[in-house]
């Protein structure tokens, strides 16, 4: 159990700019450069996918409004400054971009055990991220890719389960 558990170190280096006060253009180039990302980073990156991720200014508010579409866990106790993980980052896209979960995900997930490793292996099927452990660190630039992978993913499928979706169901 405590081998899918998520890092909870923040990186030396942070960032000169503000990234909360940074446009959603601004943030993406801010992220190819980023050489780890953040929980928060992470958290407004999958907010990408919806539309306009200022529209939660900070990390209280893009938590919450992920908690309320079911792609963060309230249980969580991740911090904003700590490092995402692949597996934290999976259980976000594959949430909020509704992909289908597997059998094992819909066992072992709704007593949260593994969830996050489940939804990597979705994820990987999918082609959203790479091969890879779900405890790994996630650069800047991975996070960008995943979203652009999520979002072309998404683009190409013509029913409205899959898609990452805006507003309540």
């Known amino acids: 159990v405590g081998g899918c558990a998520s890092a909870t170190k923040s990186r030396t280096m942070q960032p000169t700019v503000d990234v909360n006060r940074l446009s959603d253009l601004e943030f993406t180039h801010y992220l190819a450069s980023a050489p780890i990302a953040m929980v928060d980073e992470g958290l407004r990156a999958v907010l990408l996918l919806t539309g306009d ?3 939660w ?5 893009r938590r919450d409004e992920l908690i309320r579409r079911g792609a963060f866990k309230r249980n969580w106790s991740l911090p904003p400054n700590s490092l995402l993980d692949r597996g934290t980052l999976a259980y976000m896209l594959r949430s909020t971009c509704r992909l289908k979960r597997g059998a094992n995900e819909v066992i072992f997930g709704s007593v949260g055990f593994g969830d996050r490793r489940y939804a990597l292996h979705t994820c990987i099927y999918e082609g ?3 091969p ?8 800047g630039g991975e996070l960008l890719n995943a979203i652009t992978l999520a979002q072309q993913h998404n683009d190409a499928k013509t029913t409205r389960t899959t898609k990452c979706v805006a507003g309540p169901f």
């Open 57 to 61: 200014p900070d990390f209280h508010s």
């Open 132 to 139: 890879g452990r779900a405890t790994d660190t996630v650069t």
């Open 53 to 55: 991720s200022t529209r």
């Open 128 to 130: 959203i991220l790479p």
